[in-house]
């Protein structure tokens, strides 16, 4: 064999192995190139897709956001057209979702509601959504009273969200359910029954109870109300209620409550009423609200009592009941004074009513409702409440006054 057919023999196996070394390193570089490029471009998917997907979410919990504070202004908007008006809304759950949606009643514009409704809410998603194609609808609006203190707007959202490119898209809807608070708006049902000459906010009840009867004693004597003390050499005895273990020899108070027996120099006293200062001490503290540290002493119950419906007399607050009660907010738009369930329930205040201008019925139930409502309730009066006071014995049990009666 000729060395030039040595030398190509050579040559051909160098190339295969070049070439077989070769092979795998191409391969690799293909694997390693293509393996970039889908990584990269799954990564720009799954970016746009999770923007997306947040802004489906915040868009969601801003629509609620949005529906309550329509919902609130809408209240008020309501309110504001029944006084100014002097007339109730036919159908206030359809007026207050013309309010909320569109920002008219009865087709007029309202003020109250100017860059606060759904439409406008809409609008603004629409503006602060760049790089995003969105498509927003709602629709099947409808609102309720839910437990007196709030209402509850049902309404269907329906949305679309696309980035500009296409490669991700989410789509959602269903019914969302919303509170709307409704303290602090003004109650229609004052000025609307004084001429406009009053008026009402609706503030909640703060203490748990009414009235409770906290000990009885042995013996009482007098009627008598104070602030409660528990130091015998109170600075300033007066008009308070001091409450002790023993009463005996004590003077200068408004009244004295004690476990013992013994008969204290007050004209107004209940005296072995067992526990009373652990038992007074805790339910006091546990009032709610800012404290009740009123007592009142009745000798025809020979019972101490804590009465901070007196607190709701003077401050105008509204209770809640889970049943029967009186009306609602959306029947008070409508001008409808009759009960319902989970409504809510306040009390006139005659000298409140004086100074405003407002002729007064005599001994007519202080339930406000049925204070304005054209027929006659006549009630009686309550010891420990104001001389002006008046409830029936249907009203007082909800209340826990019957035995004050």
């Given at each position: 064999m000729d060395v030039n057919c040595k030398r190509r023999k050579k040559a051909q196996v160098y190339s295969m192995i070049v070439l077989l070394m070769a092979i795998p390193i191409l391969l690799f570089l293909t694997f390693y190139m293509t393996s970039v490029q889908t990584m990269k471009f799954g990564t720009s998917e799954r970016i746009v897709a999770d923007q997306i997907k947040e802004t489906g979410r915040s868009i969601e919990e801003d629509f609620v956001r949005a529906v309550e504070i329509a919902g609130i202004r809408a209240c008020l908007g309501a309110t504001d057209y029944m006084i100014r008006e002097g007339e109730p809304l036919d159908d206030a759950e359809f007026r207050l979702g013309e309010l909320i949606i569109n920002g008219t009643i009865f087709g007029n514009q309202t003020y109250v509601m100017y860059q606060n409704t759904l439409d406008d809410w809409r609008s603004k998603i629409y503006s602060i959504t760049p790089g995003f194609s969105v498509l927003l609808e709602y629709s099947n609006f409808s609102i309720q009273n839910h437990d007196g203190f709030n209402l509850l707007a049902t309404v269907r959202l329906q949305f679309n969200i696309t980035d500009k490119l296409k490669t991700a898209k989410i789509s959602k809807g269903g019914d969302r359910q919303v509170l709307i608070p409704i303290e602090n708006i003004e109650d229609p049902t004052f000025p609307y029954n004084t001429y406009g000459l009053g008026s009402r906010s609706i503030v909640f009840y703060p203490y748990p109870y009414?009235?409770?009867?906290?000990?009885?004693?042995?013996?009482?004597?007098?009627?008598?109300?104070?602030?409660?003390?528990?130091?015998?050499?109170?600075?300033?005895?007066?008009?308070?209620?001091?409450?002790?273990?023993?009463?005996?020899?004590?003077?200068?108070?408004?009244?004295?409550?004690?476990?013992?027996?013994?008969?204290?120099?007050?004209?107004?006293?209940?005296?072995?009423?067992?526990?009373?200062?652990?038992?007074?001490?805790?339910?006091?503290?546990?009032?709610?609200?800012?404290?009740?540290?009123?007592?009142?002493?009745?000798?025809?119950?020979?019972?101490?009592?804590?009465?901070?419906?007196?607190?709701?007399?003077?401050?105008?607050?509204?209770?809640?009941?889970?049943?029967?009660?009186?009306?609602?907010?959306?029947?008070?738009?409508?001008?409808?004074?009759?009960?319902?369930?989970n409504g809510m329930e306040t009390f006139i205040n005659v000298p409140e009513l004086q100074e405003w201008g407002v002729s007064i019925k005599t001994n007519q139930i202080s339930l406000a409702y049925l204070y304005f409502r054209g027929t006659s309730h006549t009630g009686s009066s309550v010891r420990g409440l104001p001389d002006w006071f008046r409830i029936n014995s249907t009203y007082a049990a909800r209340y826990n006054l019957t035995d004050l009666m």
């Open positions: 009414h009235a409770i009867k906290i000990v009885v004693g042995s013996s009482a004597s007098g009627n008598c109300t104070g602030n409660v003390t528990y130091n015998p050499s109170d600075p300033a005895p007066g008009n308070k209620i001091l409450v002790t273990d023993n009463g005996s020899g004590i003077a200068g108070f408004a009244g004295v409550v004690a476990e013992a027996a013994d008969i204290p120099s007050v004209s107004c006293y209940v005296v072995g009423a067992t526990s009373a200062v652990n038992l007074i001490q805790t339910l006091l503290n546990q009032s709610g609200g800012d404290g009740w540290i009123e007592l009142y002493l009745d000798q025809d119950t020979d019972g101490v009592w804590s009465l901070p419906i007196n607190d709701a007399l003077e401050n105008g607050y509204y209770s809640r009941f889970t049943n029967t009660s009186g009306p609602d907010l959306l029947q008070r738009l409508e001008g409808n004074p009759y009960e319902t369930i």
